[in-house]
Protein backbone atom coordinates (compact mmCIF):
# COMPACT_ATOMS: atom_id res chain seq x y z
CA UNK A 1 0.00 0.00 0.00
CA UNK A 2 1.52 3.22 -1.07
CA UNK A 3 -0.22 7.17 -2.09
CA UNK A 4 2.10 9.95 -2.26
CA UNK A 5 1.15 13.11 -2.85
CA UNK A 6 2.66 15.95 -4.87
CA UNK A 7 1.93 19.64 -4.44
CA UNK A 8 2.72 22.95 -5.34
CA UNK A 9 4.48 25.23 -2.57
CA UNK A 10 3.74 28.91 -3.73
CA UNK A 11 1.62 30.67 -5.41
CA UNK A 12 0.84 27.80 -8.16
CA UNK A 13 2.39 27.76 -11.47
CA UNK A 14 4.93 25.48 -9.81
CA UNK A 15 5.20 22.94 -12.93
CA UNK A 16 3.12 20.11 -11.41
CA UNK A 17 1.94 19.12 -14.59
CA UNK A 18 5.16 18.14 -15.65
CA UNK A 19 6.44 16.53 -12.50
CA UNK A 20 3.31 14.06 -12.19
CA UNK A 21 4.29 13.22 -16.07
CA UNK A 22 7.27 12.26 -15.37
CA UNK A 23 6.77 10.45 -12.24
CA UNK A 24 3.04 8.46 -13.07
CA UNK A 25 5.40 5.16 -14.80
CA UNK A 26 5.94 4.70 -10.73
CA UNK A 27 2.24 4.84 -9.99
CA UNK A 28 -0.93 2.22 -10.99
CA UNK A 29 -3.23 5.27 -10.05
CA UNK A 30 -2.73 9.43 -10.59
CA UNK A 31 -5.87 10.83 -8.92
CA UNK A 32 -6.87 15.01 -8.57
CA UNK A 33 -8.20 15.96 -5.45
CA UNK A 34 -9.58 19.32 -5.33
CA UNK A 35 -9.76 22.35 -7.38
CA UNK A 36 -11.30 22.65 -11.01
CA UNK A 37 -10.77 23.96 -14.09
CA UNK A 38 -8.74 26.60 -12.85
CA UNK A 39 -5.60 24.28 -12.78
CA UNK A 40 -3.78 24.97 -15.50
CA UNK A 41 -1.13 21.72 -15.72
CA UNK A 42 1.27 21.91 -18.79
CA UNK A 43 3.07 18.70 -20.08
CA UNK A 44 5.67 18.84 -22.52
CA UNK A 45 7.05 15.87 -24.61
CA UNK A 46 7.32 14.81 -28.20
CA UNK A 47 7.32 18.32 -29.58
CA UNK A 48 3.57 18.44 -28.59
CA UNK A 49 2.62 21.03 -25.45
CA UNK A 50 -0.65 19.92 -23.60
CA UNK A 51 -2.26 22.08 -21.10
CA UNK A 52 -4.58 20.14 -18.53
CA UNK A 53 -7.35 21.60 -16.69
CA UNK A 54 -9.73 18.83 -15.37
CA UNK A 55 -8.25 15.88 -16.28
CA UNK A 56 -5.42 13.91 -14.32
CA UNK A 57 -1.93 14.56 -15.51
CA UNK A 58 -1.08 10.30 -15.92
CA UNK A 59 -3.57 10.48 -18.65
CA UNK A 60 -1.11 10.56 -21.49
CA UNK A 61 0.15 6.76 -19.83
CA UNK A 62 -2.16 4.33 -20.82
CA UNK A 63 -1.33 1.52 -18.18
CA UNK A 64 -1.84 4.47 -15.03
CA UNK A 65 -5.87 4.53 -13.81
CA UNK A 66 -6.65 8.41 -13.50
CA UNK A 67 -9.30 9.55 -10.75
CA UNK A 68 -11.15 12.83 -10.86
CA UNK A 69 -11.95 12.62 -6.71
CA UNK A 70 -15.00 13.65 -4.65
CA UNK A 71 -12.64 17.37 -3.69
CA UNK A 72 -12.68 18.74 -7.73
CA UNK A 73 -14.93 20.83 -8.63
CA UNK A 74 -16.19 20.02 -12.64
CA UNK A 75 -17.45 21.81 -15.41
CA UNK A 76 -18.91 19.20 -17.96
CA UNK A 77 -18.59 21.84 -20.74
CA UNK A 78 -15.14 22.14 -20.12
CA UNK A 79 -14.21 18.50 -19.81
CA UNK A 80 -16.08 17.97 -22.53
CA UNK A 81 -13.53 20.78 -24.69
CA UNK A 82 -10.60 18.76 -22.87
CA UNK A 83 -11.24 15.52 -24.08
CA UNK A 84 -11.74 16.00 -27.57
CA UNK A 85 -8.49 18.13 -27.72
CA UNK A 86 -6.81 14.80 -27.04
CA UNK A 87 -8.77 13.03 -29.43
CA UNK A 88 -5.97 13.07 -31.67
CA UNK A 89 -3.85 10.74 -29.23
CA UNK A 90 -5.37 8.28 -29.18
CA UNK A 91 -6.25 7.74 -25.09
CA UNK A 92 -8.29 4.86 -23.81
CA UNK A 93 -10.15 7.18 -21.96
CA UNK A 94 -12.66 4.02 -21.04
CA UNK A 95 -10.20 2.03 -19.27
CA UNK A 96 -8.20 4.72 -17.35
CA UNK A 97 -10.16 7.60 -16.21
CA UNK A 98 -13.16 7.59 -13.63
CA UNK A 99 -15.18 10.46 -11.97
CA UNK A 100 -16.49 10.49 -8.30
CA UNK A 101 -20.29 10.94 -8.48
CA UNK A 102 -19.66 13.41 -5.71
CA UNK A 103 -17.47 15.45 -7.38
CA UNK A 104 -19.42 19.07 -7.22
CA UNK A 105 -21.06 20.33 -10.87
CA UNK A 106 -20.08 24.02 -12.29
CA UNK A 107 -23.29 25.48 -13.29
CA UNK A 108 -23.07 28.16 -16.16
CA UNK A 109 -24.97 30.44 -13.47
CA UNK A 110 -22.16 29.97 -11.15
CA UNK A 111 -19.42 31.47 -13.88
CA UNK A 112 -22.37 34.07 -14.21
CA UNK A 113 -21.93 34.37 -10.20
CA UNK A 114 -17.94 34.43 -10.25
CA UNK A 115 -18.09 37.54 -12.66
CA UNK A 116 -20.63 39.13 -11.09
CA UNK A 117 -18.98 38.80 -7.12
CA UNK A 118 -15.70 39.83 -8.93
CA UNK A 119 -16.68 43.22 -10.56
CA UNK A 120 -18.43 43.74 -6.63
CA UNK A 121 -15.38 44.30 -5.15
CA UNK A 122 -14.01 46.75 -7.32
CA UNK A 123 -10.68 47.83 -6.65
CA UNK A 124 -10.34 45.05 -4.25
CA UNK A 125 -10.62 42.15 -7.15
CA UNK A 126 -9.18 38.35 -5.64
CA UNK A 127 -8.19 37.57 -9.28
CA UNK A 128 -10.46 34.76 -10.15
CA UNK A 129 -10.67 32.52 -13.48
CA UNK A 130 -14.01 33.55 -13.15
CA UNK A 131 -14.61 29.73 -13.73
CA UNK A 132 -17.23 29.48 -11.22
CA UNK A 133 -14.95 27.86 -9.41
CA UNK A 134 -15.74 29.85 -5.55
CA UNK A 135 -19.85 30.19 -5.94
CA UNK A 136 -19.40 26.35 -6.99
CA UNK A 137 -17.59 25.18 -3.45
CA UNK A 138 -20.06 28.22 -1.86
CA UNK A 139 -23.32 25.96 -2.73
CA UNK A 140 -21.55 22.64 -1.65
CA UNK A 141 -20.54 23.60 1.67
CA UNK A 142 -24.16 25.54 2.10
CA UNK A 143 -25.38 22.07 1.25
CA UNK A 144 -27.12 23.27 -2.33
CA UNK A 145 -25.26 22.04 -4.84
CA UNK A 146 -24.97 19.37 -7.50
CA UNK A 147 -22.89 16.18 -7.65
CA UNK A 148 -21.68 14.14 -11.20
CA UNK A 149 -23.72 11.46 -9.35
CA UNK A 150 -27.24 13.33 -9.54
CA UNK A 151 -27.14 13.90 -13.87
CA UNK A 152 -28.33 10.12 -13.57
CA UNK A 153 -31.41 10.69 -11.83
CA UNK A 154 -34.74 11.57 -13.55
CA UNK A 155 -35.34 14.77 -11.56
CA UNK A 156 -31.80 16.06 -12.30
CA UNK A 157 -33.30 18.98 -14.70
CA UNK A 158 -35.73 19.78 -11.70
CA UNK A 159 -32.85 20.27 -9.23
CA UNK A 160 -30.73 22.22 -11.80
CA UNK A 161 -33.84 24.57 -11.87
CA UNK A 162 -34.41 25.02 -8.45
CA UNK A 163 -30.87 25.85 -8.06
CA UNK A 164 -30.48 28.41 -11.05
CA UNK A 165 -33.85 30.01 -10.08
CA UNK A 166 -31.94 30.46 -6.44
CA UNK A 167 -28.79 31.93 -8.62
CA UNK A 168 -31.07 34.51 -10.82
CA UNK A 169 -32.28 35.57 -7.71
CA UNK A 170 -28.39 36.70 -6.32
CA UNK A 171 -27.61 37.88 -10.00
CA UNK A 172 -30.39 40.18 -10.42
CA UNK A 173 -29.20 41.62 -6.56
CA UNK A 174 -26.39 42.74 -8.49
CA UNK A 175 -27.49 43.87 -11.42
CA UNK A 176 -25.89 41.49 -13.83
CA UNK A 177 -26.72 41.03 -17.34
CA UNK A 178 -26.52 37.63 -19.22
CA UNK A 179 -28.33 35.71 -21.31
CA UNK A 180 -28.34 31.50 -20.33
CA UNK A 181 -29.75 30.23 -23.51
CA UNK A 182 -27.04 28.88 -25.34
CA UNK A 183 -24.84 28.37 -22.15
CA UNK A 184 -27.52 25.83 -20.89
CA UNK A 185 -27.82 24.29 -24.51
CA UNK A 186 -24.08 23.39 -24.32
CA UNK A 187 -24.49 22.65 -20.66
CA UNK A 188 -27.02 19.81 -20.89
CA UNK A 189 -24.95 18.35 -23.90
CA UNK A 190 -22.12 18.40 -22.16
CA UNK A 191 -23.86 16.50 -19.24
CA UNK A 192 -24.82 13.90 -21.80
CA UNK A 193 -21.74 13.45 -23.02
CA UNK A 194 -20.43 12.80 -19.42
CA UNK A 195 -22.71 10.29 -18.62
CA UNK A 196 -20.46 8.06 -21.10
CA UNK A 197 -17.30 8.15 -18.38
CA UNK A 198 -16.97 5.65 -15.60
CA UNK A 199 -18.71 7.60 -13.03
CA UNK A 200 -18.55 5.76 -9.24
CA UNK A 201 -17.83 5.75 -5.50
CA UNK A 202 -14.19 6.26 -6.29
CA UNK A 203 -13.50 5.94 -2.89
CA UNK A 204 -13.91 2.68 -3.54
CA UNK A 205 -11.62 2.55 -6.78
CA UNK A 206 -8.97 3.95 -4.47
CA UNK A 207 -8.92 1.69 -1.36
CA UNK A 208 -9.40 -0.86 -3.14
CA UNK A 209 -6.50 -1.09 -5.36
CA UNK A 210 -3.90 0.01 -2.29
CA UNK A 211 -5.21 -2.87 -0.19
CA UNK A 212 -4.17 -4.70 -3.53
CA UNK A 213 -1.09 -3.07 -2.64
CA UNK A 214 -1.47 -0.68 -5.65
CA UNK A 215 0.30 2.83 -5.58
CA UNK A 216 -1.74 5.98 -6.04
CA UNK A 217 0.02 9.46 -6.88
CA UNK A 218 -2.46 12.54 -5.32
CA UNK A 219 -1.95 15.56 -8.03
CA UNK A 220 -2.85 18.38 -6.16
CA UNK A 221 -3.25 22.12 -8.11
CA UNK A 222 -3.03 25.38 -7.68
CA UNK A 223 -0.59 26.29 -4.33
CA UNK A 224 -0.24 26.03 -1.05
CA UNK A 225 0.25 29.46 -0.36
CA UNK A 226 -3.27 29.39 -1.86
CA UNK A 227 -4.91 27.10 0.82
CA UNK A 228 -8.32 28.98 1.78
CA UNK A 229 -7.34 28.20 5.47
CA UNK A 230 -3.48 29.06 5.37
CA UNK A 231 -2.80 31.02 2.45
CA UNK A 232 -2.99 34.73 2.38
CA UNK A 233 -6.29 34.91 2.65
CA UNK A 234 -8.78 36.18 1.35
CA UNK A 235 -6.62 36.04 -2.06
CA UNK A 236 -7.16 32.65 -1.93
CA UNK A 237 -8.87 29.90 -4.13
CA UNK A 238 -11.85 27.67 -1.97
CA UNK A 239 -10.25 24.50 -1.37
CA UNK A 240 -7.77 22.71 0.85
CA UNK A 241 -4.99 22.88 -0.97
CA UNK A 242 -2.70 20.77 1.08
CA UNK A 243 -2.10 17.46 2.35
CA UNK A 244 -4.74 17.38 4.39
CA UNK A 245 -7.22 17.62 0.97
CA UNK A 246 -6.01 14.82 0.00
CA UNK A 247 -8.29 12.68 2.71
CA UNK A 248 -11.24 14.53 2.12
CA UNK A 249 -11.15 14.60 -1.72
CA UNK A 250 -10.16 11.67 -2.13
CA UNK A 251 -11.50 9.55 0.42
CA UNK A 252 -8.65 7.74 2.23
CA UNK A 253 -7.05 7.92 5.68
CA UNK A 254 -4.27 9.67 7.22
CA UNK A 255 -2.13 6.56 7.47
CA UNK A 256 -2.46 5.72 3.61
CA UNK A 257 0.06 8.71 3.17
CA UNK A 258 3.44 8.56 3.07
CA UNK A 259 6.02 10.83 0.78
CA UNK A 260 5.00 14.11 0.07
CA UNK A 261 6.80 15.65 -2.63
CA UNK A 262 6.93 19.68 -2.49
CA UNK A 263 7.22 21.69 -6.32
CA UNK A 264 8.51 25.21 -6.26
CA UNK A 265 10.18 27.27 -8.68
CA UNK A 266 13.71 28.44 -8.33
CA UNK A 267 12.01 32.00 -8.05
CA UNK A 268 8.65 33.29 -6.92
CA UNK A 269 5.54 33.64 -9.17
CA UNK A 270 1.96 34.51 -8.75
CA UNK A 271 -1.22 35.09 -11.24
CA UNK A 272 -4.08 38.18 -9.82
CA UNK A 273 -4.06 40.17 -6.73
CA UNK A 274 -2.73 39.36 -3.23
CA UNK A 275 0.27 39.82 -1.38
CA UNK A 276 3.64 39.09 -2.81
CA UNK A 277 6.95 40.07 -0.34
CA UNK A 278 9.56 39.77 -3.04
CA UNK A 279 7.85 40.69 -6.07
CA UNK A 280 10.10 42.76 -8.65
CA UNK A 281 8.94 45.82 -10.34
CA UNK A 282 12.46 46.04 -11.88
CA UNK A 283 14.24 44.65 -14.90
CA UNK A 284 14.91 41.53 -13.16
CA UNK A 285 11.72 40.72 -12.91
CA UNK A 286 10.56 41.75 -16.15
CA UNK A 287 13.46 39.02 -17.66
CA UNK A 288 11.20 36.52 -15.10
CA UNK A 289 8.44 36.77 -17.02
CA UNK A 290 9.77 36.99 -20.30
CA UNK A 291 12.33 33.86 -19.52
CA UNK A 292 10.08 31.92 -17.99
CA UNK A 293 7.13 33.02 -20.50
CA UNK A 294 5.19 33.43 -17.07
CA UNK A 295 1.58 33.76 -18.40
CA UNK A 296 -1.23 31.78 -16.89
CA UNK A 297 -1.88 28.37 -18.39
CA UNK A 298 -5.20 28.88 -17.96
CA UNK A 299 -6.14 32.69 -17.89
CA UNK A 300 -3.02 33.74 -20.18
CA UNK A 301 -2.61 36.78 -17.79
CA UNK A 302 0.99 38.02 -17.25
CA UNK A 303 2.58 36.39 -13.80
CA UNK A 304 4.09 38.73 -11.42
CA UNK A 305 7.66 37.56 -10.76
CA UNK A 306 10.19 37.64 -7.73
CA UNK A 307 13.20 36.13 -5.88
CA UNK A 308 12.55 33.08 -3.99
CA UNK A 309 10.89 33.55 -0.36
CA UNK A 310 12.48 31.05 2.14
CA UNK A 311 10.14 31.97 5.29
CA UNK A 312 6.87 31.21 2.64
CA UNK A 313 8.79 27.68 2.14
CA UNK A 314 9.42 26.76 5.66
CA UNK A 315 5.93 27.63 6.10
CA UNK A 316 3.73 25.22 3.72
CA UNK A 317 6.79 22.92 4.10
CA UNK A 318 6.16 22.78 7.74
CA UNK A 319 1.86 22.24 6.93
CA UNK A 320 2.23 19.87 4.51
CA UNK A 321 4.90 17.69 5.99
CA UNK A 322 7.37 17.70 2.75
CA UNK A 323 9.38 14.68 2.51
CA UNK A 324 10.77 15.80 -0.86
CA UNK A 325 11.67 18.84 -2.91
CA UNK A 326 11.60 19.15 -6.92
CA UNK A 327 12.78 22.64 -7.99
CA UNK A 328 11.74 23.91 -11.24
CA UNK A 329 12.51 26.51 -13.64
CA UNK A 330 16.60 26.56 -12.88
CA UNK A 331 17.12 27.36 -16.39
CA UNK A 332 15.44 30.85 -16.38
CA UNK A 333 17.86 31.98 -13.43
CA UNK A 334 20.56 31.13 -15.85
CA UNK A 335 21.01 34.45 -17.26
CA UNK A 336 21.41 36.65 -14.11
CA UNK A 337 25.43 36.97 -12.52
CA UNK A 338 23.47 37.77 -8.65
CA UNK A 339 20.57 35.55 -7.60
CA UNK A 340 18.62 36.87 -4.25
CA UNK A 341 16.74 34.98 -1.76
CA UNK A 342 14.44 36.06 0.90
CA UNK A 343 15.60 34.88 4.35
CA UNK A 344 13.24 36.88 6.61
CA UNK A 345 11.05 39.56 7.04
CA UNK A 346 10.97 43.19 8.19
CA UNK A 347 7.16 44.00 9.67
CA UNK A 348 5.83 47.88 10.22
CA UNK A 349 6.97 47.62 13.87
CA UNK A 350 10.69 46.97 13.02
CA UNK A 351 10.20 43.57 14.02
CA UNK A 352 12.24 40.26 12.05
CA UNK A 353 10.59 37.42 11.85
CA UNK A 354 10.98 34.04 9.96
CA UNK A 355 7.18 33.21 10.35
CA UNK A 356 4.63 33.95 7.62
CA UNK A 357 2.82 36.54 8.97
CA UNK A 358 -1.04 36.19 9.74
CA UNK A 359 -1.66 39.81 8.69
CA UNK A 360 0.42 39.54 5.38
CA UNK A 361 -2.52 41.39 3.34
CA UNK A 362 -3.30 44.28 5.51
CA UNK A 363 0.28 45.19 6.42
CA UNK A 364 3.42 46.16 4.74
CA UNK A 365 6.22 43.09 4.79
CA UNK A 366 9.59 43.90 3.51
CA UNK A 367 11.91 40.82 2.65
CA UNK A 368 14.76 40.30 3.80
CA UNK A 369 17.70 39.11 1.12
CA UNK A 370 21.03 37.56 1.12
CA UNK A 371 22.57 37.30 -1.83
CA UNK A 372 24.10 34.14 -3.58
CA UNK A 373 26.37 34.01 -6.98
CA UNK A 374 24.61 33.18 -10.39
CA UNK A 375 25.72 30.57 -12.95
CA UNK A 376 24.89 32.56 -15.86
CA UNK A 377 25.63 29.98 -18.04
CA UNK A 378 23.28 27.65 -20.38
CA UNK A 379 21.91 24.47 -18.69
CA UNK A 380 20.54 22.66 -22.19
CA UNK A 381 23.11 20.12 -21.79
CA UNK A 382 22.82 19.04 -18.36
CA UNK A 383 22.12 15.69 -17.52
CA UNK A 384 23.47 14.84 -13.74
CA UNK A 385 23.51 16.92 -10.63
CA UNK A 386 27.40 16.25 -11.36
CA UNK A 387 26.91 17.97 -14.94
CA UNK A 388 25.60 21.18 -12.93
CA UNK A 389 27.84 24.23 -12.84
CA UNK A 390 29.49 24.53 -9.46
CA UNK A 391 27.21 28.45 -8.45
CA UNK A 392 23.90 25.98 -9.53
CA UNK A 393 24.80 23.42 -6.56
CA UNK A 394 25.77 25.85 -4.43
CA UNK A 395 22.19 27.18 -4.63
CA UNK A 396 20.75 24.16 -4.11
CA UNK A 397 22.85 23.42 -1.32
CA UNK A 398 21.86 26.78 0.50
CA UNK A 399 18.39 26.00 0.06
CA UNK A 400 18.21 22.62 1.37
CA UNK A 401 20.44 23.84 4.17
CA UNK A 402 17.57 26.49 5.04
CA UNK A 403 14.55 24.55 4.01
CA UNK A 404 16.05 21.29 6.08
CA UNK A 405 14.50 18.59 3.38
CA UNK A 406 16.58 17.36 0.51
CA UNK A 407 16.40 18.23 -3.10
CA UNK A 408 15.53 15.47 -5.85
CA UNK A 409 14.69 16.41 -8.45
CA UNK A 410 15.89 19.97 -10.82
CA UNK A 411 14.10 20.87 -13.84
CA UNK A 412 16.35 22.70 -16.15
CA UNK A 413 13.87 22.94 -19.29
CA UNK A 414 10.19 22.09 -20.26
CA UNK A 415 10.37 19.29 -22.06
CA UNK A 416 10.09 15.83 -19.48
CA UNK A 417 13.44 15.01 -20.79
CA UNK A 418 14.54 17.74 -19.19
CA UNK A 419 14.57 16.46 -15.75
CA UNK A 420 17.54 15.52 -13.61
CA UNK A 421 17.09 13.37 -11.07
CA UNK A 422 19.24 12.79 -7.93
Not at 121 to 141: A, E, M, R
Not at 173 to 197: G, N, P, R, S
Not at 247 to 273: D, E, H, W
Not at 340 to 359: A, M, N, R, S, W
Amino acid sequence: MKMDVLLGLQWGDEGKGKVVDVLAPNYNIVARFQGGPNAGHTLEFDGNKHVLHQIPSGIFRNSIKNVIGNGVVLDPVIFRNEIKKLDPFNINFKDNLWISNKAQLILPTHRLLDAAYEKSKGNKKIGSTLKGIGPTYQDKIARLGLRVGDIFYANFKEKYQKLVDAHKTILEFYQHDYDLEEAEKTFFEAVEYLKTFNVSSTEYLINNELKAGKSVLAEGAQGSLLDVDFGSYPFVTSSNTMTAGVCTGLGVAPNSIQKVYGIFKAYCTRVGSGPFPTELFDEDGKELQKVGNEFGATTGRPRRCGWLDIPALQYVIMINGVTELFMMKADVLSGFKKIKVCTQYELEDGTITDEFPYDIVDSEVKPIYEELEGWNCSLDNINSFEDMPTPLKNYIQYIEEKLGVPINLVSVGPDRTQTILR
